[in-house]
Nanobody
Framework: QVQLVESGGGLVQAGGSLRLSCAASGRTFATMGWFRQAPGKEREFVAA????????YYTDSVKGRFAISGDNAKNMVYLEMNSLKPEDTAVYYCAADRANRLSSRIGVYDSWGQGTQVTVSS
């Protein structure tokens, strides 16, 4: 498995920005993803990046506002979040897939971090 540790969450006003970081260690991985889970809701896909080739994939609700990126040398993945809305409030999780699938499906990711809380106030 890959060990993943998220950081960068916090409280921000609507319209503000946050940058989440995910530090990865352990075995190699091919796709990294960000997911989120709001209180009382199911975990949902946010964005993914292919570790080779830097292909990216976003859920519609964050397109144009969020950007996923990676630093291969540092084994880091980032999620830059701009124009934040109260509905973006959730625990954000970093996840790793050993295959280059660039998937939005939770089940294909076999390593998960503990999550970092993002709260957007109105």
């Amino acid at each position: 498995q890959v060990q993943l540790v998220e950081s960068g969450g916090g409280l921000v006003q609507a319209g503000g920005s946050l940058r989440l970081s995910c530090a990865a260690s352990g075995r190699t991985f091919a796709t990294m993803g960000w997911f989120r889970q709001a209180p009382g809701k199911e975990r949902e896909f946010v964005a993914a990046i292919s570790w080779s080739g830097s292909r990216t994939y976003y859920t519609d609700s964050v397109k144009g506002r969020f950007a996923i990126s990676g630093d291969n040398a540092k084994n880091m993945v980032y999620l830059e979040m701009n124009s934040l809305k109260p509905e973006d409030t959730a625990v954000y999780y970093c996840a790793a897939d050993r295959a280059n699938r660039l998937s939005s499906r939770i089940g294909v990711y076999d390593s998960w971090g503990q999550g970092t809380q993002v709260t957007v106030s109105s």
